[in-house]
């Protein structure tokens, strides 16, 4: 190891790092070493993934500064309206002052907390989830993303039910990409090279409770008991996909038919994204166990968290230590996502994502009209929004025209054939209508069947 070397490179970064503002050479110097650093140290491949919102060179748009709740700056000033959100994490916008303000607050005085002593943050943030949270839920384990999440929930409902195995999933269904969370994962580009998965999980069609019934019957009928279905309320990943609005309601009365617990994956849909504090709300269904994360730590901090049913969650109270995290619960995340449920409800932010929900997705109507050779469906609820186009070469095409208008949007896991609108629930109008603008003129310059 040449000392000097990594001393002086970590002392130019952290130069960096300390100011807002960087000159044009600078600018140029953290652009080549981003480039050089995914190439040689990170992953060649993200290269050719960040193209599609780039003019295709390695020239790449480097992201470096938040600017306003609702937009980002690039290292050479240039800004973008965020109708991606980091994935949903910026629901409360880009570093809302109240959750800094948290944040800092606790880091000034301490940052993680003994693991030995109880931490009182832990503590304050479970009571107000169980306030908050629908029906019965009341005991909470926390995380530091949504796959973790969901690995604790799927661990807590065979703790639960060892005597029924299987878990159930849905077609298209995405939770995560742990050895548990991928197996409840339907997409098999992702599932393939790690085969074989955990044992006992099927899946079914989602919004298809006839499939689901005959597949829980069946499981029944070889002793392989379903003892729990996995499902997101809105499969955010698989293509806001929306289900008819009796599909949940069908699904937890199968689940009480069986024996088997409902868990519900709210890592996208929770916290006010789809115009309630959660998407479950729309349908009158409360979980057994409900999956948290994104965000949920306010777009400051990674944190998630598993709530669940007192009946439930107590097969963890003999042994609390079946199942821990060094980093889940820290001072540090539990005071960004208490300043975030703080924000979500004196702001009354659920219920402006239903107004700006209702806002945006009438103007991307109206934006791609006369474009029905491209464009095959709009859809949302809230402000979790989808275009579906005619083909992924389409969908790519206007991702990337919308990124040279200034306006971030991305494909989801099924590839760019849908792309998602997902913008913070703190959006300003007049930059929804710079967004139906851009997209009117990114479909007027995509052209359908084009060389790809």
């Known amino acids: 190891m040449d000392e ?17 503002q960087i000159s044009p050479a600078e600018a140029q110097w ?47 000033g ?14 409360v916008g880009h570093r809302h002052p109240k959750v800094m303000k948290a944040v800092l607050d606790q880091l000034n005085r301490q940052a993680l907390h003994s693991q030995d002593l109880l931490d009182p943050l832990r503590a304050f943030l479970a009571k107000i989830l169980a306030d908050i949270t629908p029906g019965d839920l ?62 006992g999980f099927r899946h079914v069609v989602f919004n298809d409770l006839d499939m689901l019934e005959k597949t829980m019957e069946a499981c029944r009928l070889t002793g392989d008991d379903v003892g729990a279905v996995l499902l997101e309320p809105i499969q955010g990943e698989g293509g806001v996909n929306i289900p008819d609005d009796d599909y949940l309601p069908g699904v937890q009365k199968l689940c009480r038919e069986y024996g088997a617990l409902l868990i519900l994956d709210e890592v996208q849909t929770g916290m006010g994204r ?36 007192e009946e439930v969650f107590s097969t963890l109270f003999d042994n609390p230590f079946l199942h821990t995290t060094t980093f889940g619960g820290n001072p540090l995340a539990c005071a960004a996502a208490i300043a ?17 929900g209702e806002y945006m997705l009438e103007g991307l109507k109206r934006a791609v ?16 929004m989808a275009l579906e186009f005619v083909d992924d070469h389409v969908g790519f095409e206007v991702a990337k025209a919308l990124f040279d208008r200034g306006v971030l949007v991305t494909g989801t896991l099924i590839n760019a054939q849908v792309i998602r609108v997902e913008p913070p629930l703190t959006i300003k109008k007049e930059q929804a209508d710079r967004v139906f603008e851009a997209l009117a003129d990114a479909l007027a310059q995509v052209r359908v069947g084009a060389a790809q």
């Open 4 to 20: 000097k070397k990594v001393l002086d490179f970590t002392g130019q970064v952290l130069e960096l790092i300390a100011k807002d």
């Open 30 to 76: 953290v652009t080549r070493e981003t480039i050089e650093g995914f190439q040689e140290y990170v992953n060649p491949g993200f290269l050719e993934y960040r193209k599609s919102v780039t003019s295709g060179s390695l020239d790449a748009a480097v992201e470096w500064a938040d600017a306003g709740p609702n937009s980002f700056r690039d290292v050479n």
């Open 78 to 91: 240039k800004e973008y309206i965020d109708c991606l959100g980091g994935f949903g994490i910026y629901n």
């Open 138 to 199: 009341k005991y909470s384990f926390f995380t530091n993303s949504g796959t973790e999440s969901v690995e604790a929930a799927i661990k807590l409902a065979r703790a639960y039910n060892p005597s029924k195995p299987t878990v159930i999933a849905a077609t298209r269904a995405f939770h995560g990409k742990s050895y548990g969370s991928l197996s409840g994962t339907a997409k098999g580009v992702f599932r393939r090279p790690f085969g074989p998965l955990v044992p």
């Open 274 to 309: 789809t115009g309630k504090m959660f998407a479950c709300e729309h349908y009158g269904v409360t979980p057994d166990i409900l999956c948290l994360a994104k965000a949920f730590g306010g777009g400051i901090m990674p944190a998630g968290a598993v709530i669940a049913t």
């Open 340 to 356: 975030t449920i703080h924000v979500l409800l004196e702001e009354n932010l659920p219920a402006r994502a239903a107004e700006m």
């Open 369 to 384: 009209k006369g474009h029905e050779d491209k464009v095959v469906d709009v859809r949302g609820k809230g402000l979790l």
